[in-house]
């Protein structure tokens, strides 16, 4: 069974910083690039940032320089970097697992960027 856990969401001020973490299971994880997705509501899921198996990244324009995604494939994990957070960051964050047949999705974890 295919799961993908998403953790270190939560509140946090404009300016500042989080780590998003994904924990995958039931993959062969290296074999999958890597996604993070983000959605408010009443709009379509972006996409945000990719690292591909080889460790290739792209990012939308509205976080480059600010969001930098990695992956262990040791710990079959996947991480979103983020500062000099805005409040239009504000979402939901999904990390999801894509190779050319499949995609898993995990079940989200709420951003919110305020003072």
């Known amino acids: 069974q295919v799961q993908l856990v998403e953790s270190g969401g939560g509140l946090v001020q404009p300016g500042g910083s989080l780590r998003l973490s994904c924990a995958a299971a039931g993959i062969g994880f290296s074999e999958y690039s890597m996604n993070w997705y983000r959605q408010v509501p009443g709009k379509e899921r972006e996409l945000v940032a990719d690292i591909d198996r080889h460790g290739t990244t792209s990012y939308a324009e509205s976080v480059k320089g600010r969001f930098t995604i990695s992956r262990d494939n040791a710990l079959n994990m996947s991480f979103l970097e983020m500062s000099s957070l805005k409040p239009e960051d504000t979402a939901v964050y999904y990390c999801?697992?894509?190779?050319?047949?499949?995609?898993?999705w995990g079940q989200g974890t709420q951003v919110t960027v305020s003072s």
């Open positions: 999801a697992a894509r190779n050319w047949r499949e995609i898993y």
